[in-house]
């Protein structure tokens, strides 16, 4: 294992694709995640599989569907036994870690045997729980609590940072998992570093979708684009420490988030539904195996991401991933991916090249219910004329030969995934 890629996972929380410089954000606030993708592999098309923290991150770990795990909404761990990335890559001889927010355990601290199977730990359940911007607590692997300087995501870069700098005498594989840009629960707010906040504030424009439809944009963009300003350096900052201890050009990043933020455009919240505020993200990956290939044009569902890590690092991708590395995939004109949506409502969207399309179970709880034997067609966009999806097509007649086909493909790809065959009505 000794020349061995190491891997680390760049991980934010409720991160819109569009606030990036390479999705064309007017202020560039992201200069080093558009270096990095620029010179590696930026995945242009990139969609949560479930716009809500547990469930993405169990689709994270372990290359699952989160009706496959059960952890379909928070506050569900993961199985007793499920393999997830940490098992595969200690498998193969890797040293792995993870800092930062985990939801996928019902305790604080987090238990070992709700771990994942990562090692070394330095971590909290929810982090927005144990933690505010300028206060950050986390456990260690004895679940001590462990109190960090600094702002809180430079807490984080900073232990990473420390973490990487460590003599090993194994390939690592980290996973950082940030809190940001996800708001503040308690006081229901977006707090950026002191400063940032107000010079955004001058200078933004929201984007279409937000300008439209207000929800707390107004209030929240500006510090949530000062989070990610933030997140922005940190990752600078790590990169630069793997510049200094030589371990960068063997080194897979992979940067990405488990869903989006609409502001309470969609619904009384920030999430759960599926726009492409809600489910598109920003991802690419750097290192061995991804450097000057371009950007990949296909569509990628955050089930992807697992296989094609393992992939990339050489290690066998276990038969029962439900996603496909990127490796062995080309983008086709059909393309599509699978969405499941709870806790606000039992819905399944179908996201294509051209056309998002979902359908809901209004008489089901999402937090109650995993899945619907009957659904009912509530959305459809047409991507290429309203990318930002203002005007919803379901229920006008033009379109009943769009949804009939967008309902067979949607079917089709809930029994790919094991979901047992529903009913699916068309809009009236």
């Not at 795990?69 to 098992?87: E, S, V, W």
């Not at 707090?191 to 279409?208: C, F, H, N, S, W």
């Not at 988030?257 to 599926?274: A, I, V």
């Not at 590395?325 to 606000?344: C, K, M, Y």
Request: overall charge negative; some cysteine.
């Amino acid at each position: 294992m000794n020349n061995a890629p190491n891997v680390i996972v760049f991980f934010t929380d409720q991160q819109r694709w569009d606030t990036v410089g390479l999705h064309g954000h007017p202020l560039k606030l992201t200069p080093n995640f558009d270096r990095l993708a620029q010179a590696g592999m930026f995945v242009r098309n990139s969609f949560t599989c479930q716009p809500v923290c547990g469930p993405a991150r169990s689709a994270l770990q372990t290359g699952l569907y989160p009706t496959t795990t059960g952890c379909f909404r928070n506050d569900i761990p993961l199985p007793a036994g499920q393999k997830t990335l940490a098992h595969q890559f200690a498998g193969a001889g890797y040293e792995t870690s993870y800092i930062g927010k985990w939801h996928l355990a019902n305790q604080e601290p987090v238990p070992e045997n709700q771990r994942g199977g990562y090692q070394h730990w330095l971590a909290s359940n929810i982090l927005e729980f144990t933690s505010y911007a300028y206060d950050t607590t986390m456990f260690d692997e004895t679940g001590k609590p462990t109190k960090l300087p600094g702002y809180r995501v430079d807490a984080l870069a900073d232990a990473a940072i420390r973490y990487v700098s460590r003599p090993k005498d194994k390939p690592y594989f980290l996973f950082l998992s940030f809190i940001e840009p996800h708001h503040q629960n308690e006081f229901d707010d977006y707090p950026a570093p002191v400063g940032y906040e107000d010079r955004i504030r001058k200078q933004m424009t929201l984007p279409p979708d937000l300008a439209q439809l207000g929800g707390s944009s107004q209030e929240h963009y500006p510090g949530y684009l000062g989070m990610i300003q933030r997140l922005d350096e940190a990752l600078g900052r790590l990169v630069d420490a793997l510049i200094s201890l030589k371990q960068l050009d063997n080194t897979i990043i992979l940067f990405t988030s488990d869903h989006g933020c609409h502001f309470k455009t969609r619904n009384n919240e920030y999430k759960r539904s599926c726009h492409e505020a809600s489910i598109r993200v920003p991802t690419f990956f750097h290192g061995p195996g991804f450097m000057n290939r371009g950007p990949y044009e296909g569509l990628v569902s955050l089930i992807d991401l697992p296989p094609t890590l393992l992939a990339a690092a050489g290690v066998e991708v276990p038969s029962e991933m439900q996603g496909q590395s990127v490796f062995n995939r080309t983008a086709l004109p059909d393309d599509s991916v699978l969405v499941q949506i709870s806790e606000h409502h039992v819905g399944r969207a179908l996201r294509t090249n051209r056309w998002k399309y979902e359908v809901g179970a209004p008489a089901l709880s999402g937090w109650n219910d995993m899945s619907s034997p009957v659904y009912v067609e509530t959305h459809l966009y047409d991507l290429d004329n309203d990318p930002y999806e203002l005007d919803n097509l379901c229920g006008k007649k033009d379109y009943e030969e769009v949804r009939a086909g967008l309902r067979h493909q949607l079917l089709r790809r809930l029994v790919d995934a094991g979901e047992p065959l529903p009913t699916i009505t068309a809009a009236q």
